[in-house]
């Protein structure tokens, strides 16, 4: 069954350091997210993209954030200068687009620490 | 007006008994209704979801029963099983061309003991 994949499982940084997270979204889905969540709190939903440019973004996913799809394969999640609180793991998800499915699969995320 | 609330933050239930988890909102334009289900470490994997022109909808031993001039819906876990114990969100969405972005509820820990 295809899947959502997303590298590294686990990313320690310093703070202020650039971090690059990846995500492979399941091939024939056209919308692709980033979501996130703190440890023990609710996923928050940070971007949404689709047809190569940013649909939408929340108040989380300020200048320090920025996504691309550089190839026809992956999604990545790039955080320029890491602070202490993007500590939290980092889920990617895809969904098909077609029809009126909503239904978004998720990969098994990647924890990102930032010391 | 986005939010989604969900209750309760933690439940305990014997194996064999029915897991509710109840979830409500506010924004009546949110058309889809998906339940996730969390195991630790792992990512949020879709369990069950339902439209607001159903009143219930049901695969296998979960059930999702939505009241929509309550605007409210709850997961029914049928013959809860140790193998169910896990973290629960609810979610809800809603159409913008495309930009179909998940609000999750705050989820429950589900514990089923023997």
């Known amino acids: 069954e295809p899947e959502v994949t997303q590298t590294p499982s686990h990313q320690v940084t310093q703070m202020g350091q650039e971090v690059i997270l990846r995500c492979v979204p399941i091939?024939?889905?056209?919308?692709f997210y980033w979501y996130r969540q703190i440890l023990g709190q609710k996923v928050e939903f940070l971007v949404s993209?689709?047809?190569?440019?940013?649909?939408?973004k929340s108040e989380i996913f300020d200048d320090q954030f920025s996504v691309e799809r550089p190839d026809g394969s992956n999604f990545t999640l790039k955080i320029r200068s890491t602070k202490l609180e993007d500590s939290a793991m980092y889920f990617c998800a895809s969904r098909q687009g077609t029809g009126v499915s909503y239904e978004q699969y998720f990969g098994p995320g990647t924890r990102l620490t930032v010391t | 007006q986005q939010q989604v609330k969900q209750s309760p933050q933690s439940l305990i239930v014997q194996k064999g008994g029915i897991s509710i988890i109840n979830c409500a909102y506010e924004n009546t334009a949110f058309d889809y209704f998906p339940w996730y289900q969390q195991f630790p470490g792992k990512g949020p994997a879709l369990l069950i979801a339902i439209r607001p022109d159903v009143s219930e909808k049901k695969e296998g031993r979960f059930t999702i029963s939505f009241n929509k001039s309550a605007k409210q819906f709850s997961l029914h876990i049928m013959d809860s099983q140790p193998g169910d114990s896990a973290t629960y969100f609810c979610?809800?969405?809603?159409?913008?061309?495309?930009?179909?972005?998940?609000?999750f509820g705050t989820g429950t820990r589900l514990t089923i003991i023997p």
């Open positions: 979610a809800a969405s809603m159409e913008n061309f495309g930009n179909e972005k998940l609000t």
């Open positions: 993209f689709y047809n190569n440019e940013i649909s939408e």
């Open positions: 091939s024939n889905h056209l919308y």
